[in-house]
């Protein structure tokens, strides 16, 4: 296959899958293609119980500088139908998943990293939501999601301007959660994906379906928490000072 050509890379090692965005000639922008794929792609790796984390990256220095713009003026509607799905189908998997963003992360870009649970970013990194420099409606699920990360305020001045902003910024207003020195990007989430895959599967997916506002599942989790053998083993780990070895395998929601 053709290195240079849009795709979506997947690796899935020790219990951490990574997808790839690789779009070089156009600084890893999705293409049409590239959103349609991502769902079914994240449906695999959901339904893999080895998969216990999902690292979404770029290739090379950039995370992502949004939808392939070409694919805006065949259908405009569609595209941005498509990059919802996508962004919907990476909120909805049932495991952990860590956006690590250097570069660019702009656009339909920032749609995916604010779909994951958490996002690292390289110092020198730049985020951007810039529908208003194309005459685009923003769709309601995507605005709210970003709102509920940064705060109405935030969220207006990036919708409003399109504008960017840098790896401080972003930072204190909650769009990222740890930013790296340059260097220090890979080292940081490679040791952080190994201690969310140590933990458990029990704890992690109710604490995302909670966390997400999710109020019809209290009961099935309470019922999931009977019947696991995870919290048994919490306990005997932490008496015996062992690492624990928890067996529960989240399934994809419905």
Known sequence: MDRTEPRLITSVERGVATVVISNPAKRNAMTTAMWRSLPELLEGLAADPEVRVL????????????????????????????????????????????????????????QLAAACDLRFAEEGASFGVTPAKLGIVYAASSTRRLVALVGPGTAKHLLFSGELIDTERALRTGLVDEVLPLGGLDKRVEEYVRVLASRSQLTQASAKEFAAGRTDRDAHWAAEARDSTDTAEGVAAFLERRAPRFTYTTAPTR
């Not at 595209?79 to 963003?101: D, M, S, W």
């Open 55 to 110: 690292v979404l990256t770029g290739a090379g220095d950039t995370f992502c500088a949004g939808a392939d713009i070409s694919t805006l003026r065949e259908n405009a509607g569609t595209a941005q139908g498509l990059a919802v799905e996508a962004e919907e189908a990476l909120a909805a998997f049932p495991r952990p998943t860590l956006a690590a963003v250097r570069g660019y992360c702009v656009g339909g870009g920032g």
